[in-house]
C-alpha cells in the first residue's frame, strides 16, 4: 500500500511514527445501535498508545435534529484543543470495526481545512491482529492553538442536494447497501421512508475494502466505482444514512486523486424523513 499522510496510512507506518512529537493519533470508533457496541468502552480497555477518544457524536452540533452534524467551527476548536490537537499535528484516525467511522473524522477535518489527516488502513483490528503496542491509560493531553478555515465546498445540504438530483449536474453515490439502496431493507432509523435519492447511483461503502477491511489499491478502487456505473468525469456528492459512512466514498475518491468530491451531511435521515422529497426505489 502506498502511504499517504494526508489520506491514508498503513499500521507499520504508524508504528515507526508512534513516538514522534508531532504525531497525534484518534480513536473514532462508532457504532450503529444494531451493532450493540460500546466505543467509549471499549476504547477505556484498550487503544493505540496515546491515542485520544474523538466523540462523533458528542463533536457535533447538537442544534440540529439530526444525527452527528457537522459541528460549528468554535464548538470543533474548543475540542481540539482541550484534547491537544493543533497546527502543526499530523494526525491518524482510526476506528473499531477496521474502516467504518475514521473517514469521517478525516472529512471533517478535512471541512474544516486541515488536511494533514490520515485514516489508519484496517483499523484498530488489523493493530492488534499484528500484536502490536496497546494501551488503556488516558494521554496526557496539553491545550493546543488550532487554527480552521471552513471548506463550504467539501459539505452540501438537502437545499443543494434537491437541485443536484433534478438538474442532473452532480453523480450522487450513495454508500449503503444495495438492499437499503433499492428499498427493499428497512432502516435501521425509525419513521424513514426506503428507498434512495432520484438519480443516485449505489456504491456500496464495503465494495471498497478488502475483507480485512484495508482500502482496497487505486487500479481496484476505480474499477468498482465504474462498475457500480458511477460516472467520475463531474462532481461527485456522496450520501450515506447519516453521513458516516459515505465518508468511505470520498476517502476513496481523494485516493483516486478526484478533487471534486463533496458530502452530503443529513443524508437519508434527512431526505428519508422529508414527504415532499421524492423517493425512488428498485
Given at each position: 500500500m502506498h502511504d ?189 421512508r426506503s428507498g ?37 468525469s463531474r462532481p ?47
Open positions: 499517504d499522510p494526508r489520506t491514508l496510512v498503513s499500521t507499520g507506518w504508524l508504528a515507526r511514527h508512534l513516538d514522534d512529537p508531532d504525531i497525534r493519533i484518534l480513536d473514532a470508533s462508532w457504532y450503529l445501535p444494531d451493532m450493540k457496541r460500546d466505543a467509549r468502552a471499549e476504547y477505556d480497555l484498550g487503544h493505540v498508545p496515546g491515542a485520544r477518544f474523538f466523540d462523533i457524536d458528542e463533536i457535533s452540533d447538537h442544534r440540529s435534529g439530526l444525527p452527528h452534524m457537522a459541528p460549528q467551527p468554535e464548538k470543533f476548536i474548543s475540542r481540539m484543543r482541550a484534547m491537544g490537537v493543533g497546527d502543526g499535528h499530523q494526525v491518524v484516525v482510526y476506528d473499531g470495526a477496521g474502516l467504518f467511522s475514521a473517514a469521517r473524522v478525516w472529512w471533517l477535518f478535512r471541512l474544516m481545512g486541515k488536511s494533514d489527516i490520515a485514516v489508519l488502513d484496517g483499523g484498530f483490528p488489523k493493530w492488534t491482529a499484528e500484536g502490536r503496542q496497546v494501551e488503556d491509560a488516558p494521554p496526557i493531553m496539553r491545550d493546543r492553538h488550532i487554527t480552521i478555515s471552513r471548506q463550504n465546498q467539501l459539505v452540501k445540504d438537502v437545499t443543494q442536494v434537491a437541485a443536484a438530483s433534478k438538474l442532473e449536474d452532480h453523480e450522487i453515490l450513495d454508500a449503503r447497501s444495495p438492499g437499503r439502496f433499492r428499498g427493499e431493507e428497512p432502516e435501521p432509523r425509525e419513521d424513514l434512495h435519492i432520484p438519480g443516485s447511483t449505489c456504491v456500496h461503502y464495503r465494495a471498497l475494502l478488502n475483507d480485512d477491511c484495508t482500502m482496497k489499491p487505486v487500479s481496484e478502487l476505480r474499477a468498482v466505482f465504474e462498475s457500480a456505473g458511477a460516472d467520475l461527485v456528492i456522496t450520501t450515506c444514512g447519516s453521513g458516516v459512512t459515505a465518508a468511505i466514498l470520498n476517502l476513496g475518491l481523494e485516493r483516486l486523486g478526484h478533487r471534486q468530491h463533496a458530502l452530503y451531511d443529513g443524508s437519508w435521515a434527512e431526505w428519508g424523513m422529508y414527504g415532499d422529497l421524492k423517493v425512488a426505489t428498485g
